[in-house]
């Protein structure tokens, strides 16, 4: 029976459920916070004997809940027919792609979508409710209706400064699929280092992917081993956007070929965090093949529509010789029928209609850029709330500080919509929340990082406006970290956060 029917429930303030990671509400448990929800008195017994039944379009989805199940359970849950945890794809039109119903009575729990990309958000949603606890468990009633305010909820990695192993951004790419993320930007070359195969140009890897900042051994991923990276991230509905930066940013491709340098000579390794100095040869048609090559097979990699062109922090070309190269990459990417992404510096350049705009840096006033942007979408990854990789205070040990320090509050309590003047929800394709590694070098330190700020700038990119509730938020997130313990995900105890004991 239905007891409460909340709309928004996380905007109405009206939190009385302890906080606690066993038994807390579905209204009270769920994160990022659903667009309608409903507590009802039902129960459901979660046994060794519950089976889950999935459409043939997403076995792979049935299958995926039912090991969560069993990792945080140990019932031994498995996939049949007629599961008393039924997933559907009869959701309705509605729900677009993302979105998903879940419902949780005494008799059974299902999850509709019209999608197989929403019943996976559906899933995540379900196991927020599932306790961390050995032997059956008792999940709480209600139902959620559930679709994303944005179509880009992204999360991007540097994995160029310091190198990351594919087990190590699988790690993240699972972190990442709890909290409804479906982007993962990967940065995949700058000055210390080339991290993907491009079998045009093989000294990329042989000599650009050999550095990383420190002097550490680098690291690239093959051809292979990124497809299987890319698949990892589909089969958990998010998608892969590779940075290949440029014009700058670009020491271990000049320190690879001698040719993309105006004076033809091939550059050291650079081993430090300066930025601004590289730069690849504007107009040298050695620099116009490259480009080409370079994207046409990113492109062939990348089964999503977005590639990444960087475009950030030049100091070495003039505005006219910086804006040629910034638009031969984004022809580059065009001609391979894919849509060019980058750092809003390119709006300097004459853009194509489509061509997205990534906003980072605050200290510019924000009027020209938007105007030189003309039409653009932006997705907004503001230094000062979104950049991961930033100290959450000046005693943090890990992390960089030149965009100030963000605490959990600072990166939740901004809207998408009001943050440049001028672009409002209409011109916003979402938010991403970046983490640069010049000072993090392994999963653990990635993920001390990214938690909790990332379920902060996830529910920003999935809620509605009208649920944005810090005291809400800061209740669900708190109950979030009985599930990281037990996922052994290292993350900040930040002192705004009432965890449970
Ligand atoms: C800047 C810079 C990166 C740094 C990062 C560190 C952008 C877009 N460019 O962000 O090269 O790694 O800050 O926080």
Redesign the pocket.
């Known amino acids: 029976m239905l007891v409460a029917t909340l709309l928004c429930t996380a905007g109405s303030g009206s939190f009385d459920t302890p906080v606690s990671p066993l038994g807390a509400s579905l209204a009270a448990s769920v994160l990022p916070a659903p667009e309608h929800v409903s507590t009802s008195t039902d129960r459901f017994p979660l046994t060794a004997a519950t089976r889950i039944s999935a459409p043939a379009g997403a076995t792979a989805v049935g299958e995926y809940l039912a090991a969560a199940i069993r990792r945080a359970t140990g019932l031994p849950v498995r996939t049949g027919e007629r599961g008393s945890i039924a997933l559907t794809l009869d959701g309705k039109a509605s729900l677009g792609p993302e979105g998903y119903h879940l419902a949780i009575t005494t008799a059974g729990v299902r999850i509709d979508a019209h999608d197989p990309a929403g019943l996976f958000h559906g899933v995540q949603t379900l196991r927020q409710v599932i306790p961390e606890r050995s032997g059956a468990v008792t999940l709480p009633g209600g139902t959620v209706t559930d679709t994303p305010r944005f179509a880009w909820r992204g999360a991007s990695l540097?994995v160029a400064?310091h190198f990351f192993s594919v087990a190590e951004v699988e790690r993240y790419i699972d972190a990442l699929a709890l909290y409804k993320i479906n982007t993962l930007h990967l940065h995949l070359t700058?000055d210390q280092g080339w991290r993907i195969e491009i079998r045009s140009r093989p000294r990329l890897t042989q000599i650009g992917a050999a550095t990383e900042i420190g002097g550490g051994h680098g690291g690239f991923y093959t051809q292979d081993e990124y497809r299987a990276l890319v698949k990892y991230a589909q089969d958990r509905f998010i998608t892969v956007v590779p940075e290949i930066e440029l014009p700058g940013?670009t020491n271990a491709a000049l320190a690879s070929y001698a040719e993309l340098n105006c004076d033809g000579k091939a550059r050291r390794p650079y081993l430090s965090s300066g930025?601004g100095f590289s730069s690849v040869c504007p107009g040298r048609q050695a620099t116009e093949y490259f480009i080409a090559d370079v994207f046409a097979e990113v492109a062939a990699l990348t089964p999503g529509p977005f590639v990444h062109i960087g475009g950030?922090?030049v100091k070495s070309l003039t505005p006219r010789e910086y804006a040629s190269v910034v638009e031969s990459a984004q022809r580059a990417v065009q001609a391979q029928h894919k849509t060019a992404i980058g750092?809003q510096e390119i709006t300097a350049a004459a853009l194509d209609p489509g061509t997205v705009v990534q906003y980072?840096?605050r200290n510019d006033p924000p009027g020209p850029l938007v105007a030189a942007a003309g039409k653009a979408k932006f997705v907004l990854s503001p230094?000062d709330k979104t950049?991961l990789?930033?100290k959450y205070n000046p005693q943090t040990e890990l992390g960089?500080s030149?965009?100030g320090f963000v605490e959990v509050r600072d990166a939740y309590d901004w809207d998408p919509a009001t943050l440049l003047p001028g672009v409002g929800e209409a011109r916003v394709l979402g938010v991403e929340a970046?983490i640069?590694t010049?000072t993090l070098e392994n999963a653990s330190d990635v993920l001390f990082m990214a938690f909790p700020r990332l379920p902060a700038i996830a529910e920003l990119g999935w809620s509605p406006r009208s649920s944005h509730d810090w005291d809400s938020f800061r209740r669900r997130l708190a109950i979030q970290a009985p599930h990281w313990d037990a996922m052994h995900l290292s993350y900040y105890r930040s002192p705004q956060i009432p965890w449970p004991r």
């Open positions: 540097d400064r700058d940013h930025v950030d922090e750092w980072w840096q230094a950049y990789d930033m960089l030149w965009a970046p640069w010049e």
